[in-house]
């Protein structure tokens, strides 16, 4: 059995979407200092790092990321490997071999290598996915959509692709380290917080070869 680690690691500094608070981790408590204990504090928009949208992120009424489905969250997956595409279309999709009846699918392209290699600092010309891809996925059934830079819309329009997704309950997660997976058939565990009312969370996301 394989098992692979695909979540960032949340550390002070990490590249955060621009205008959004930065992490900030810092020990408040601290034993070489005479406390009893080491004691950590956490500060960060939930959507930094590897993290889930829930529809609440653009929909005024849509589910909250306590409301998701853990069987949405949770099953097989493909890894789909775009080494040379700079927006994700639906005519792409539609030549991908995707096997039949998936449900929860992750775009591995060059954004990988922005985690691979440490690139400091936000970077704007990642690829994501097209408004036409968005909707093909949502025809195909798809319940999870997973993509390896820190949102699933182009950096100048994130609000329609976005909409097409959550409209149709499909599970955002973003900021997905693939550097390391070979493409194909996995289990998935994403599991993000249970936070009451809010829309999305950090997630630790590990896949598991078949
Ligand atoms: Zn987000």
Redesign the pocket.
């Known amino acids: 059995m394989h098992l692979y680690d695909v979540s960032l690691t949340f550390e002070t500094g990490m590249p955060v ?1 621009p205008g959004d608070p930065n992490l900030i981790l810092e020990r408040v408590s601290k034993i070489e200092a005479g406390d009893d204990v080491n004691m950590s504090q956490l500060s960060m928009s ?2 930094t790092g590897t ?3 829930a529809p609440f ?1 653009f929909l005024a009424n849509g589910k909250t990321v306590d409301q998701l489905s853990l069987s949405d969250l949770t099953g097989r997956a493909y890894v789909l490997y775009l080494p040379d595409a700079a927006t994700i279309t639906a005519d792409q999709l539609r030549r991908a071999e995707i096997p039949p009846r998936t449900r929860r699918i992750l775009f591995k392209t060059r954004n990988s290598n922005y985690w691979a290699q440490k690139t400091p600092g936000f970077q704007t010309d990642f690829v994501a996915l097209s408004v036409d891809a968005a909707e093909y996925l949502v025809e195909r059934g798809f319940r999870l959509v997973g993509v390896d830079y ?3 819309a182009p950096y100048d329009d994130s609000i329609p692709t ?1 909409q097409v997704l959550l409209k149709a309950g499909v599970i ?1 997660v ?2 997905l380290n693939l550097a390391a997976i070979p493409p194909g058939r996995y289990t998935i565990y994403c599991l993000p917080l249970k936070l009451a009312g809010v ?2 969370s950090p997630a630790r996301v590990i896949l598991i070869g078949v």
């Open positions: 979407w939930v959507h993290h889930v949208d992120h820190l949102s699933v976005h955002l973003e900021g829309d999305g």
